[in-house]
Each structure stands twice: as structure tokens, then as C-alpha cells.
């Protein structure tokens, strides 16, 4: 991405004063001026499709629950900029079952929007999405491995071949992907899936990234329920799918180990997570 790109999207869309915020393997994101707005600009990486997705799920989310999408194209997108506290500082403080009511309140927000007319080929499916783990499996089976990747790719395509509620999901709320703003509590930064809204839990209860908490199982049983209770699902789906995406995370981070410093620990993370739930999944 160059200056001119830059350039070019300050003078098209009116915009000023272009802070960058951070720098991401999808996008560089700006903090500019619109008129008397402050508003986040987007410039997406070349042939970037994950955050194409993200912005159909905006479209679709139309402010409620969410930022705002307030203009995009093929290389840029225009969001609504929740200033304000990340969810998180709330369970610094202690307040960690607030936050996951938090949290369960949103997803109910974003999971009313109707369904209708929904463009099913602008997101991914869920059994697409979970490829890489169902490739893990396979690859272990191949090798005569019966691993928890094996076990964990079982229970998804059950869960998938039956699924429930299915809708719009966002696909990644967790405590860093909401903010405080004038409009209260919003998320942002989708990946624009769809299938089943149970798995919109899943990965609230991975984070945050405070072992003492989320490797707690008493903890991570509770705020599962609480969780169920407030959306009104089955609580074994809830463990069942948090499950299955802790070892899918998990193997999408395998190929970078030795590549990346972190790759190893967020693998331990996940399985972590999933070994805690694994006695809990019911048949």
C-alpha cells in the first residue's frame, strides 16, 4: 500500500488529517477526519477476501451491534470508530461475568437482524471455515494418530451436519473486538461467516488472554452458561462448538511453528481449553 492509494481515498471520500492506527497482514487502518466525524479508513491488502467478508457482515449488521460501514469498495473500507474502553478493562477490574453478559447481549443484538435476503456467496460457510482442522484429522488418521484433532473434527461435522438457528455470524467477538462508543457497546472487525449462532460463543469463552481465567474450568463452565442462558441455546452445543474451535485455532497455527515466535503458544492455549471441555462434551 502507497501513499497515493492514501491519497487518492482522502480526496474521493472526503477525508483529513490521516493518523495510522496499526498495521495488519490484511489492511493499514487510519484514523481520519470526515467533516466533524473522526471514522476509521481500511486499506485492504491486494486480493484480500477475509476482509470482503467482514464488510458484507457490516452491510448486513447495519449498526446494530456493530460499527457502522459507512462507505467501502474493493480496496478500502469507511467504519464507524468506537473510541472508548475495549471490553476487556472490565474484567481487569473483575468484572469478568459482566463482560461475558456483555457479550452474550451483543451477540442476541447482531443475531436479530433479519435474515432475509442475506448473500450467502459475499461469507464462508462454516464447514468451509473449519477445512484446516478436518485436514489436521485426516491427517493424523492417515497416520494412525487418534488425537484430539481427530476427536474434535468428529464432533464439527456432527455439529454441522445438524445445525441449528443458522445465521449471519460474526465470527470473531471476543473482549478486543468491542469497544465503548456514544452508542454503547459495539464490535467490530468481523469475519463474515454463516451457520449455526452457537459458534459465536466460541471464542468469548478463549479469551482473554489471561490464563488464570480462561484456564479455569469452573470459570470457563460458567460463563458458558451464562452464555446459553442469555441466547437461549443448548449449553452442551456451547461447550461442544467452543471445543471443536479451540483445536481448529489451534491447527491453523501448526504450519507456523518454528516460523513464528508465538505460533507454539497459542497452539497450547487452544488445546489447553479443549482438554478442560473434552471430559464435558456430551455423546
Known sequence: MDKKELDYYLTEWNL????????????????????????????????????????????????????????????????????????VTLVKRGEDEKATLIIAQL???????PQEDVRLGDLLGLDRWFEKLF?????????????????????????????RDMRVLHGYIHHYNIRQSSRGWIAFDPKGLFGERTYDCANTLCNPVMPELVHNETRLLTNAAILAETLEIDLSRVLAFTYAYACLNASQWLPRIGMDDIADDIIQWHLKIAQIIEPHIKE
Not at 107 to 113: A, E
Not at 135 to 163: M, W
Request: no cysteine; charged share 25%.
Open 16 to 87: 483529513a488529517n490521516p493518523q495510522l492506527l496499526t498495521q495488519t497482514p490484511t489492511s493499514h487502518i487510519y484514523i481520519v477526519a470526515h467533516g466533524s466525524e473522526t471514522v476509521i479508513l481500511k486499506l485492504l491488502a491486494d486480493s484480500e477476501t477475509e476482509e470482503q467478508r467482514g464488510a458484507a457482515a457490516l452491510r448486513h449488521f447495519d449498526g446494530l451491534g456493530a460499527v457502522r460501514l459507512l462507505r467501502y469498495d474493493e480496496s478500502a473500507q469507511l467504519i464507524e470508530y468506537a473510541a472508548g474502553d475495549e471490553l
Open 107 to 113: 451477540i442476541k443484538k447482531l443475531h436479530s437482524v
Open 135 to 163: 485436514n489436521k484429522a485426516e491427517a493424523d488418521k492417515q497416520a494412525g494418530i487418534e488425537s484430539i484433532y481427530v476427536r474434535s473434527a468428529s464432533l464439527a461435522k456432527q455439529l454441522l451436519a445438524a445445525p
